[in-house]
């Protein structure tokens, strides 16, 4: 694939640790297969849905008292991040389709840049971890009824799903470079802190796995553990985008490469006239 990458000008040492400067802006607001007009629609459904969902899962945790001990649980604060995402990935796309040669992407400052690469990791990564560890480990069908529910569908399944479709219908890519995994498993050791700060306030463990009473000698093995899926998760995410870039590459980067070959066909033919071979 012609491998299309933003201007180095205007990186610091800091930008280019993260390889931000190998990340071609057009990725934000890009697609794969839909025209930008088609992912506007995509990721404004996508958007909406989530909204709804968030919306509900605070009103009935206000409702049942429970508002209190909501952020503390990691479902929500990634659903929350998975918000953000789709709002920022919405905005550089409705941008992208109304001036494409001037992204908003590449008028942000860099680090705002690169929070975006990283929440748009984030977000399918630990939306896929939640909700891999929800239906295996944590749910039981009679704990949820109603409204309750279809929040909980939507916080530990329909999250991923549209992070998935996201990752193949949209053009970002997760970085292969180390340091952006180790930025998301510090993300993840600060939140099992929190789990620990929360249990010596209120008495009380968000998620049984990191509960020591209960693991005792093992605890240590078990969050280590975590940390390490968290790392080998990630390339193996990181891997499916290099398929995607190899058999599916965005398609400004296609447009890109045939309008190369049309201009290397076309020097090859006027080279050919020149020589009075054709």
Not at 125 to 149: A, C, H, N, P
Not at 155 to 171: R, S
Not at 194 to 214: H, K, M, P, Q, S
Request: charged share 15%.
């Amino acid at each position: 694939m012609h491998r299309i990458r933003s201007s180095d000008k205007g990186y610091g040492r800091g930008h280019r640790f993260f390889r931000l400067h190998t990340l071609d802006h057009r990725r934000a607001g890009g697609s794969r297969v839909l025209s930008t007009g088609g992912l506007v629609i995509l990721r404004a459904l996508f958007f909406a849905y989530t909204l709804a969902a968030w919306l509900a899962s605070i009103v009935l945790d206000a409702q049942s008292g429970q508002m209190r001990s909501h952020f503390v649980y990691f479902t929500y604060l990634c659903h929350t991040g998975l918000l953000f995402y789709l709002l920022a990935s919405l905005i550089h796309t409705v941008q992208l389709w109304r001036r494409p040669t001037d992204t908003l992407f590449s008028r942000m400052p860099h680090v705002l840049q690169l929070m975006h690469w990283l929440l748009f990791a984030s977000a399918l990564l630990f939306s896929t971890v939640v909700s891999v560890m929800f239906w295996t480990m944590i749910y039981e069908k009679d704990e949820y009824r109603g409204v309750r529910r279809w929040v909980n569908a939507s916080v530990h399944g329909t999250n991923v799903g549209f992070m998935w479709m996201d990752m193949l219908v949209g053009a970002m890519v997760f970085c292969p470079h180390w340091s952006h995994p180790l930025v998301l498993a510090l993300v993840v050791a600060l939140y099992l802190a929190l789990a620990y700060v929360n249990e010596a306030v209120n008495g009380w463990f968000t998620y049984d796995f990191i509960d020591y009473r209960e693991h005792k000698a093992l605890e240590a093995p078990i969050l280590l553990g975590v940390l390490l899926g968290i790392v080998l998760l990630y390339y193996v995410l990181c891997g499916v985008h290099l398929l995607l870039d190899r058999y599916l590459p965005p398609r400004f980067a296609r447009d890109r490469r045939y309008a190369d070959e049309a201009e290397e066909d076309c020097s090859d033919t006027e080279s050919l006239a020149a020589k009075g071979m054709v």
